[in-house]
């Protein structure tokens, strides 16, 4: 999905309910790159080792995912061992109809012992993803991009005192020199790289860092 802005959910959202003896358990998640998805996703495996099945699907802008206009939309879902069509998909048309991305989600079933057919796991599955965002909450995105800014300790201060007035995310690493990585809207970037640029007399050295950094 293009423009300025994209829609995904503002945190992470969970939803449970049975059907006929099996409990579903439904997660969703804001991710913003195909790693951090599957990494979303093994999380919830790891954390039910022993349910009957724990059904992943996700939609993510690849590329560098923070970006809306950046790269090609990665959609990807699996059935996890139930009748082919009757759960990853039914997931994913939820996503898609929602039209939302940077989103991951898993529903996690325990078999409760009556068969619910095709037409009830596509229901229970759809009804999972349908809650667990409705839990999290829509919300618009603007694009973003991640910084990464290179200078010395004589220019640290000023550069973190910038930064930090912008308001924006950024994380700060003290080594031989000082390390900023910092998460701008697409639409700030070209003013804040010329305020740094400007404050360092152009020592300050700036590149853009595709990997996401996602809260997950």
């Not at 992470?12 to 195909?34: C, D, K, Q, T």
């Not at 809306?68 to 990807?76: I, M, Q, T």
Request: hydrophobic share 35%.
């Amino acid at each position: 999905m293009g423009g300025t802005t994209y829609r995904t959910v503002a945190g992470h959202g969970e939803a449970v309910f049975e059907v006929r003896g099996s409990e579903f358990i439904g997660y969703i998640a804001p991710v913003e790159s195909v790693e951090t998805a599957e990494s979303f996703v093994e999380r919830i495996e790891e954390r039910h080792p022993d349910a009957t099945h724990n059904v992943p699907a996700y939609r993510v802008r690849a590329g560098n995912a923070e970006k809306a206009d950046s790269g090609f939309l990665r959609e990807y879902s699996s059935d996890d061992g139930e009748p082919s069509g009757s759960a990853g998909k039914p997931m994913l048309n939820v996503l898609q109809q929602r039209e939302i991305e940077n989103v991951a989600a898993v529903v996690t079933r325990y078999y409760g012992g009556t068969n619910l057919g095709v037409g009830g796991l596509v229901r229970a599955y759809s009804r999972a993803v349908k809650e667990a965002v409705d839990d999290a909450e829509i919300v618009e995105e603007r694009p973003h991009e991640r910084l990464e800014i290179a200078v010395t300790y004589d220019d640290s201060g000023t550069v973190r005192g910038i930064i930090e007035s912008e308001g924006v995310e950024f994380e700060a690493e003290y080594g031989e020199n000082v390390q900023f990585s910092v998460r701008v809207p697409i639409q700030e970037t070209d003013a804040l790289c010329d305020r740094l640029r400007s404050a360092t007399s152009g020592r300050a050295e700036i590149g853009a860092d595709t990997d996401s950094n996602a809260d997950d």
